[in-house]
């Protein structure tokens, strides 16, 4: 059964770092296509960077050059280092595969304020 967890959000001041983990349980992240999405309130669910099966990378336009996804084979998990945060990026993130193949996880929540 495929099972995505997602965990490292928090509350962080503008200018501020953290680093998302998604695990994954019933697949090898390494063997699809996968990405991150965010979801502001009262705003649809976007997806903000993708990583595909043999690596290669693309994050949207309002996180190039601040967000990096990546992934640990080893750990089975997809990360999303995010640094100069700003509050517009004030959003609960989730990770699935680029075409949303399985159900989504809790989410975890990142919030950017003073």
């Known amino acids: 059964q495929v099972q995505l967890v997602e965990s490292g959000g928090g509350l962080v001041q503008p200018g501020g770092s953290l680093r998302l983990s998604c695990a994954a349980a019933g697949f090898a992240i390494s063997s699809r296509n996968m990405a991150w999405y965010r979801q502001a309130p009262g705003k649809q669910r976007e997806l903000v960077a993708l990583?595909?099966?043999?690596?290669?990378?693309n994050h949207v336009d309002s996180v190039k050059g601040r967000f990096t996804i990546s992934r640990d084979a080893t750990k089975n998990t997809l990360n999303l280092q995010m640094t100069s945060l700003k509050p517009e990026d004030t959003a609960a993130y989730y990770c699935?595969?680029?075409?949303?193949?399985?159900?989504w996880g809790q989410g975890t929540q990142v919030t950017v304020s003073l």
């Open positions: 699935n595969t680029p075409t949303r193949s399985f159900d």
């Open positions: 990583i595909t099966a043999s690596g290669l990378t």
